[in-house]
């Protein structure tokens, strides 16, 4: 980490390292997790430099968040105190592990946030935003109830996640937004039609997650790959049949320009999204330190005009077979209207 300056999350943000760590993989939508070495991890990551560790609060139901919070508790306390919290909250769930909305209420987000607060054990959140715009409250109102809640010091900062240029817009008019989560990839690029135009208009930061399109264009996964019956990509469009072999021909491509850097296919496109602005802080969702250590090392990956050429080449912006998200999850997001 000390090859790379820090980056802030827009202008009014706290300061992070270039690179964050996604955790809710260490609880939920990927298949099974080893504690030990999810906790583990996130000491790694902390030792390392990484600062901002993201998380929702629905992820495992509370898990994740029970998870950091055992991590920082085990953590030296210098280590402790640099870790940076970065929330998402709003998504309702049932006991079987159902989704059913979202909840934008400010008395909702009051209530998501107490909870928060217990479960991770820290006195406030870093940055603090909704999953998913909750189409029946408006953003003012839920933006305005974390406004409340940083005048009251149990947050730091407003965040936004996927959420499209019109609601930015009005979201920031209410308050700061600190940065706005949002998926951001090789094969993922719809944001820079009118999102990130409009988020570097208005001084708003990007924490990009799904840089590997998990896992898709990690470089690690074969084409007779086989999804565990609690892993969402099983039924995600991006890795279903001819898709996801026509997917894996682009990695394919980005394997060859991988090999004569001397590097892996993960670091280079993670570099790629480094590469795109220091207002973007990629979210790299490492389970286990042989992950996070490849991941860590995009950081030394120098991509030239020339290298960019050739990656644009090899992985136009359109080329992504497949939406990234079922239709039904898809129609969630506000981002894509």
Not at 106 to 120: D, E, I, W
Not at 293 to 320: F, Q
Request: aromatic content about 6%; glycine content about 10%.
């Amino acid at each position: 980490m000390t090859t790379q300056t820090p980056r802030t999350l827009g202008t009014t943000g706290p300061q992070v390292a270039p690179l964050g760590l996604g955790c809710m993989g260490m609880s939920a939508l990927y298949g099974e997790a080893d504690r030990a070495e999810s906790i583990a991890t996130i000491h790694a990551a902390l030792e390392a430099g990484v600062t901002l560790l993201d998380t929702g609060d629905f992820y495992g139901m509370g898990h994740n968040e029970l998870l950091i919070g055992e991590a920082l508790r085990k953590a030296p306390a210098a280590r402790r105190e640099q870790a940076l919290t970065s929330v998402k909250f709003g998504a309702l769930r049932g006991p079987d592990g159902s989704w059913s909305g979202y909840d934008g209420r400010p008395a909702a987000v009051k209530n998501f946030a107490a909870y928060s607060l217990q479960r991770l054990g820290v006195d406030h959140i870093d940055v603090y935003r909704i999953a998913r715009l909750d189409p029946d409250v408006p953003i003012e109102e839920t933006v305005g109830a974390i406004s409340e809640l940083i005048e009251q010091g149990y947050v730091r900062h407003v965040g936004l996640s996927e959420v499209g240029a019109e609601t930015i817009r009005r979201a920031a008019a209410t308050a700061p937004i600190a940065d706005l989560q949002i998926e951001y990839a090789l094969i993922t690029r719809g944001i820079e039609e009118s999102i990130l135009p409009t988020t570097r208009e208005l001084g708003i930061g990007i924490t990009a997650y799904g840089v590997l399109s998990r896992g898709l264009i990690s470089g690690h996964f074969g084409r007779d790959k086989q999804f565990a019956a609690n892993d969402f990509r099983g039924f995600s469009p991006r890795f279903q049949g001819d898709n996801y072999q026509r997917n894996l021909d682009l990695v394919d491509a980005l394997r060859k320009l991988a090999e004569q850097k001397g590097v892996s296919v993960a670091q280079l496109a993670i570099a790629w999204v480094l590469s795109r602005g220091e207002d973007i802080v990629p979210l790299v969702g490492a389970r286990t330190r042989e992950r996070l250590t490849e991941s860590l090392g995009a950081l030394d990956v120098v991509l030239d005009a020339a290298d960019l050429a050739l990656i644009e080449d090899a992985v136009p912006a359109d080329a992504a077979a497949g939406e990234r998200y079922a239709s039904a999850q898809m129609a969630h997001l506000d981002s894509e209207r």
